[in-house]
Every structure is written in C-alpha cells, then in structure tokens.
Nanobody, 123 residues
Framework: QVQLVESGGGLVQPGGSLRLSCTAS????????LAWFRQAPGKSREFVAQ???????DYGDSVEDRFTLFADADKNTVYLQMDNLRPEDTAVYYCHGEALVLKDLAPVEDTYWGQGLEVTVSS
C-alpha cells in the first residue's frame, strides 16, 4: 500500500557530503513518520534519524551535529543531508515509514521499508 523510493547514495571522500531522499507514495491516510536506518557489513541495523508528522526530529548519537533532516511535506519526501562524512558512515541506508492506512475499512498504522541505498565513504 505504501512504497518508499530512495535516491542519492554513492561514493564520497571523507569530509564530503551526500543528500539522500525518500519519497512515500501509494494509498495511505497519513505518513506518521519517516526515518533512516543503516546497516554496515557484519553489523546490525542502526537508527540514524527520524522526522515525525508534527515536525519533531531525532538523531542517532553517532550522526548528531553532522546529519540534518528536512522535509517537503507536499511531496511526502524527507531528505537526509549528510555532512562531514566519515569512513564509519559507510553502510546501506534504508528509509523506514510509519503510515496510517485502511485495512478492512479500518485505519491502522503499518510500517514499510525502502530498498536501501549504498553509501561508501572512502578516499
């Protein structure tokens, strides 16, 4: 019912910047939150940042002060601006959405994942 389409990954040198985007589309009543997680090789998935429908933002400890979330509500899109990137930021980045959808004519909250984007920070 909800599709999350990500774009913006790639290769960047240490200290560089990248901007990821995640756009929600499909049939939903409301997007309650859009978030980013990441998973480095051999590690578990890690929370990066989240923006809620009321505009509140949360960041993981390892990215606070370097990564910034902003949104275009009209396009149901959230952007993750990543600055001062480090080699340890190398991972597959996943968009995660919480949406209010209709199931059997009743509104329920459901969650969705994007397909993932590779981000590589290397010289």
């Amino acid at each position: 019912q909800v599709q999350l389409v990500e774009s913006g990954g790639g290769l960047v040198q240490p200290g560089g910047s990248l901007r990821l985007s995640c756009t929600a589309s499909g049939k939903f009543l409301r997007i309650n939150a859009l978030a980013w997680f990441r998973q480095a090789p051999g590690k578990s998935r890690e929370f990066v940042a989240q923006m809620s429908s009321n505009g509140s933002k949360d960041y993981g400890d390892s990215v606070e002060d370097r990564f910034t979330l902003f949104a275009d509500a009209d396009k149901n899109t959230v952007y993750l601006q990543m600055d001062n990137l480090r080699p340890e930021d190398t991972a597959v980045y996943y968009c995660h959405g919480e949406a209010l959808v209709l199931k059997d004519l009743a509104p329920v909250e459901d969650t969705y994942w994007g397909q993932g984007l590779e981000v590589t920070v290397s010289s």
